[in-house]
């Protein structure tokens, strides 16, 4: 089919280049010239792993092309994919400004029903929205779709190529026609393709990824208990974990969830329980448990040095929210290396892929720098703050990293490390929700 995806973020590259490796004939449009630019050179401008081989393979094929022309973009597409940024506004709901004026410009593009695609994460309400407004424009049948992504960052081309189910609101049976003729390549099992209407599919995004923040920060609050009661949240994890009921995924502790699904999903989810009149408490609760929660590791610092971090260095290992991409949205890193910069300390940062990123966020602020490498970053620090758990820092050369400090000081936001390996070793080690390790003098 020819298909056209607006918008080339994570979603909506790795969206358009997957159709496209499944023979598809795929344009993908942005408004950013320089962005567009680099594309048709052959430049993946974000990191994620294997999107790159695969980008490269449907260029050279030409099932994929690259423009700034929506016209151009659609002008032969049976299906337009909306994959537009939604960003939190100060109140928390989404903003669908991206969206809607795209919608705007749809209905004089129109020459042939074509079915428009909401791959955007976006409120209950929204297909209807974009369907008055294409409307306004065209007299040309077309027909709006939710098809809410779950794609997980560091893992999306897996998950677009290998979908535990793909979600399709769709009010007619001819537009769940064409979703399903689009998505045929990707299914192995008929139950994977999920049909609803439109107000459920777009309810259902939401819905997963509150759920999951829900796991994530009730671990972390079991983290925090077992801190003040002595037990070891790892060994709960590992407890809790086969029942089915629960399942072992986001049960691991550490300082809270970032990036840019769960803490915008969350916010705009409450909101429009608030504007519905419906008291959502535990949504609130998850906001302020995260909130809470990717402070931990500054709160663990400033006991630890007696409320005064001023003039101390700390190495910071891992600024990307997490593992295998440089997607800094909501990260973690962010909050703790501001606090302990606001407290007078100064800081060397390394993560494998976001540092670029990371430079643009801080604006070259001071005392702050950057390191080319991990152990490069330890040199002179007093102590290492883990904070993503990239695989290269998950077996480090213990007795490095001890010659490179100042202290034998480490505070792990993630636990990826054995504490009696800590021990072993001479650290003094603090974890999420796990005995702290004092080695024997």
Known sequence: MNIAVVGTGYVGLVTGVCLAHAGHTVTCVDIDEAKVAKMQAGQVPIYEPGLAEIFAEVLKQQRLRLTTSLAEGVSEAEAVFLALPTPPGADGSADLS??????????????????????????????????????????????????????????????????????????????????????????????????????????????????????????????????????N????????????????????????????????????????????????????????????????????????????????????????????????????????????????????AYDPEATENAKRYFGGQEGLSFAGSSYEALEGADALLLVTEWEEFRAPDLAAVKAALKAPTVFDGRNIYDLGDMKQAGFYYESIGRPVVVAEE
Request: with cysteine; hydrophobic share 45%; charged share 20%.
């Open 233 to 348: 949240v790892d060994a709960v994890r590992l407890g809790i974990g086969p029942d089915p009921r629960i399942g072992r995924q986001f049960l691991r502790a550490g300082i809270g969830y970032g990036g840019s699904c769960f803490p915008k999903d969350v916010q705009a989810l409450q909101h429009t329980a608030q504007t519905t009149g419906y008291d959502f408490k535990l949504l609130q609760s998850l906001i302020t448990v995260n909130e809470l929660q990717q402070q931990r590791l500054v709160q663990k610092l400033l006991e630890y040095y007696k409320g005064d971090v001023s003039g101390r260095h700390f190495a910071v290992w891992g600024l990307a929210f997490k593992p295998d991409t440089d997607d800094i949205r909501e990260a973690p890193a962010l909050d703790i290396i501001s606090g302990l910069l606001e407290k007078g300390a100064t800081v060397t």
């Open 98 to 231: 991206a969206v809607l004026s795209v919608a705007d410009q749809l209905g004089p593009l129109l020459n042939r029903y074509t079915v428009v695609v909401n791959k955007s994460t976006v409120p209950v309400g929204t297909g209807k929205q974009v369907a008055a407004r294409v409307a306004a424009g065209t007299r040309q049948a077309f027909d709006v779709v939710s098809n809410p992504e779950f794609l997980r960052e560091g893992l999306a081309v897996q998950d677009f190529l290998h979908p535990d189910r793909i979600v399709v609101g769709a009010a007619g049976d001819k537009a769940a026609a064409v979703m399903k003729q689009i998505y045929e390549p990707f299914i192995e099992e008929p139950e994977q393709l999920v049909f609803m209407d439109v107000r459920s599919a777009e309810m259902t995004k939401y819905a997963a990824n509150s759920f999951l923040a829900m796991k994530v920060s009730f671990m972390n609050e079991i983290a925090n208990m077992c801190e003040l009661l002595g037990a």
